[in-house]
């Protein structure tokens, strides 16, 4: 089961959005609804931001969305704030051996 | 307050045997199963394996199965990740994070809390 492909960076000025795509294939991101996605800043554990696809935790700023269009699903961040800049991973259920898969993250820089 | 809390760091010698903890706390430690993820200097997440909150049941990746151990006492609330012979490619963060899926679920999921992390390095 190969990783979910990111983009390696992505940056963006103050109060911008932006977008982190998250490719799978059929047998992760496009079969479930099982995607997640987590901020980690530099030495920090990470944290849970979306979870089944579109869903935000209890805590969780509402300029964070997530969506899925079939096997690529994307997070965004709108009205950027430089406490955001950090590493967003996503992750999907795949239901093979390797049961859940990450992508290889994407740093995001506030310019 | 729902949390995972790890075991220190740990400085070990290649041939040496380790085991790590993860300590629930703050919920019901045998209502939700734990995973545990690997973080290589610099590198990206990786999943390791599962293991029921009872370590009755435990699913490895294929990437990692056959070079850790994952077991879980539910008497204790705590997770263990285990190594009997480490190498030097086994330096890296360790995460351990609840699993939590919708009621109602059986499978899939997504990762909330996670632990502070422990950082094993493995040098001669």
């Known amino acids: 089961q190969s990783a979910l492909t990111q983009p390696a960076s992505v940056s963006g000025s103050p109060g911008q959005s932006i977008t982190i795509s998250c490719t799978g294939t059929?047998?992760?991101?496009?079969?479930?609804?099982?995607v997640s996605w987590y901020q980690q800043h530099p030495g920090k554990a990470p944290k849970l931001m979306i979870y089944?696809?579109?869903n935000r935790p209890s805590g969780v700023s509402n300029r964070f969305s997530g969506s899925k269009s079939g096997s690529t699903a994307s997070l965004t961040i709108s009205g950027l704030q430089a406490e955001d800049e950090a590493d967003y991973y996503c992750?999907?259920?795949?239901?093979?051996?390797?049961?859940?898969?990450f992508g290889g993250g994407t740093k995001l820089t506030v310019l | 307050e729902v949390q995972l809390v790890q075991s220190g760091a740990e400085v070990k010698k290649p041939g040496e045997s380790l085991k790590i903890s993860c300590k629930g706390s703050?919920?019901?430690?045998?209502?939700?199963?734990i995973v545990w993820v690997r973080q290589m200097p610099g590198k990206g997440l990786e999943w390791m394996g599962i293991t029921h909150p009872g370590g009755s049941d435990i699913r490895y990746s294929p990437s990692f199965q056959g070079q850790v151990t994952i077991s879980a006492d539910k008497s204790s609330s705590t997770a263990y990740l285990q190594w009997s012979s480490l190498k030097a490619s086994d330096t890296a963060m360790y995460y351990c994070?609840?699993?939590?899926?919708?009621?109602?679920?059986?499978?899939?999921?997504?990762?909330?809390?996670w632990g502070q992390g422990t950082l094993v390095t493995v040098s001669s």
């Open positions: 992750s999907s259920y795949t239901g093979s051996s390797t049961l859940w898969v």
């Open positions: 089944e696809v579109s």
């Open positions: 703050g919920y019901s430690f045998t209502s939700y199963w």
């Open positions: 994070a609840r699993r939590v899926i919708p009621v109602g679920g059986t499978f899939g999921g997504w990762f909330d809390p």
């Open positions: 059929s047998s992760d991101v496009g079969g479930y609804n099982y």
